[in-house]
């Protein structure tokens, strides 16, 4: 069970800089520490293998943790979905024979989230974003003007100016003559 040589265990630094130890000797523990909501997926998988190597039970209770949503747990919903996928795909017996302890740490629409996902792919919801979020874009190049019913109105709008241009225009010339025929009848006095 020891994973690490008790003499050289390895070291590294913190963020801030600081020396730490990259392991604590326990896969279990450091699945726990190192698996935080932004740890990436691939990370998120060998720090399960490795703990699953370790003590496969402790490390469901840790998949599970990952999804506690009532003050027991990290409340992490992606690292839990990812965990729960991997489950599936390697040891779909153990996924199944837990899928009563959705409802104790999660939610029942986990169950069906974790089926959508094995149905569509793990990254079935990040590909629906981005084609949400591309025909969004696609929306935003073409103002409402140049969109469905009103595309003969822009039209139409555009002869409306300039019909009340030339109707400001003879306006302007008539009080211009009304000026200039004041000025001439000033000047006669």
């Known amino acids: ?39 990436l ?28 949503v009532r003050g027991i747990g990290k409340s992490d919903e992606e690292s ?22 959705f409802a104790d740490f999660g939610y029942f629409k986990d169950l069906l989230e974790i089926l959508y996902r094995i149905l569509g792919g793990p990254d079935v919801r990040e590909i629906e974003k981005i084609e949400r979020r591309r025909k ?9 003007k140049f969109r469905g019913k009103s595309r003969g109105k822009f039209r139409r709008n555009e002869e409306k100016n300039e019909e009340k241009k030339k109707v400001v ?8 003559e009304e000026r200039e ?5 000033r000047n006669e006095r």
């Open 1 to 39: 069970m020891d994973c690490v040589d008790d003499e050289n265990p390895p070291m590294g630094l913190t963020e801030n800089l600081s020396s730490t130890f990259l392991s604590t000797g326990n896969q279990c523990l450091d699945f726990f520490f190192h698996v935080v909501p932004d740890t």
């Open 80 to 101: 839990f979905y990812t965990a729960a996928f991997w489950l599936h795909n390697h040891h779909p017996k153990t996924l199944a024979c837990n899928v009563q302890a």
């Open 181 to 185: 025929k004041a000025r001439v009848l």
């Open 41 to 68: 997926p691939k990370d998120l998988i060998g720090w399960l293998e490795l703990a699953w190597a370790h003590y496969p039970l402790t490390t469901l209770k840790l998949i599970y943790n990952l999804r506690g």
């Open 136 to 144: 969004a874009n696609e929306k935003a190049y073409f103002p409402k």
């Open 169 to 176: 225009m003879k306006a302007a010339e008539e009080v211009n």
